[in-house]
């Protein structure tokens, strides 16, 4: 599974404690991120991170471009919302293309622990049907 962490500055603590709660869990899948959170996670975890440009700078859409073209299984991205963001255009963008494309998405940590345990438990093996099955893949 292709999974992507992405937080705003005053819930990169949070997420860092997340990914480390649940390390074991997502050291067996591809992991991308925006810059700063990869960065503190990788710090914090022995899990490796392909990591975008910063949120403000482009990360959120090259994420987004993940999203698009339907590369992305599941995206935790822990918004601030009492905090006004400069790039907020390209966060409505990214919602959006999660809900066109179908992508699980949590915005806080209680969805995200939700996601993750049905991970585990193996609940989205209906992503792979996706990728099997995509326009221009031989099956």
């Known amino acids: ?13 949070e997420m ?28 914090q975890t022995n899990l490796s991170i392909h990591r975008f440009a ?3 700078l482009g990360g959120d859409q090259q994420i987004g471009a993940l999203v698009a073209d339907n590369e992305m299984d599941l995206i935790i991205f822990l918004r601030d919302p009492l905090m006004a963001q400069p790039h907020e255009p390209d966060i409505n963008a990214l919602l959006r ?17 939700i996601l993750v345990k049905a991970l585990d438990r193996g609940d989205f093996a209906w992503r792979e049907l996706v990728h099997k099955y995509k326009p221009g893949v031989d099956s």
């Not at 599974?1 to 603590?13: L, P, T, V």
């Not at 649940?22 to 960065?39: A, I, M, Q, W």
């Open 16 to 43: 860092v404690n997340f990914v480390i709660a649940y390390e074991n869990v997502f050291e067996d899948h591809n992991l991308y991120s925006t810059g700063t959170t990869g960065t503190r996670i990788m710090e």
């Open 97 to 113: 293309l999660c809900d066109v494309q179908g992508i699980p998405l949590a915005t806080n940590v209680a969805t995200a622990e």
């Open 1 to 13: 599974m292709n999974i992507a962490f992405i937080a705003h500055d005053r819930k990169k603590e």
């Open 54 to 56: 910063s949120g403000p």
